[in-house]
């Protein structure tokens, strides 16, 4: 991949352009990523005991979907949201990767990834929450983390 910069001072705000031959998941998840950067941080509205409160993207560290509602865990507190999880997924940066069928998690925010007989383990930083990884979902998982370093 190539990537080059050009300054415009006759441009109000900056203008990325991604030329590529044909569009794929990882061009998808390019733009995806790009639209977040720069901005203000993103943010995520949901319910929280009646009432709706924004919540910073950045700041989750899972989803997990039980019965028509989605729990979304910061450090400190769990939110809900009627929106599915499929939706959330999709509206989520590319960070956010699939866990096992009802959760995903924020990439950004593990601390560690284990494997064992009992279990796929993934514990996050600075909070004491952790998730259960499913079979189908760990070699991908893995690879993302790995990549990250």
């Known amino acids: 991949m190539k990537v ?17 031959p044909a569009e794929t998941a ?15 941080a993103a943010q995520l509205t949901v319910s929280l005991r009646g009432h709706q409160e924004r919540v910073v993207v ?18 400190d507190r769990v939110l809900t949201t009627r929106v599915p999880l499929y939706k959330l997924a999709t509206e989520l940066p590319a960070t956010f990767v699939r866990a096992s069928k009802s ?37 991908a998982l893995k690879r993302v983390l790995e990549r990250k370093g």
């Open 58 to 75: 950045a700041d989750i560290l899972f989803c997990e979907a039980a019965g028509h509602q989605v729990m979304i865990h910061t450090a």
């Open 26 to 40: 990882e061009t998808a998840a390019l733009v995806k990523t790009l639209a977040t950067v720069g901005g203000p």
């Open 103 to 139: 959760a995903i998690l924020n990439s950004e925010q593990v601390a560690s990834l284990s494997k064992s007989l009992t279990g796929n383990l993934v514990r996050f930083q600075h909070s004491h929450k952790q998730l259960y990884v499913s079979r189908r979902y760990y070699r």
């Open 4 to 20: 080059r910069v050009e300054v415009d001072p006759t441009l109000p705000a900056p203008e990325v352009v991604v030329r590529v």
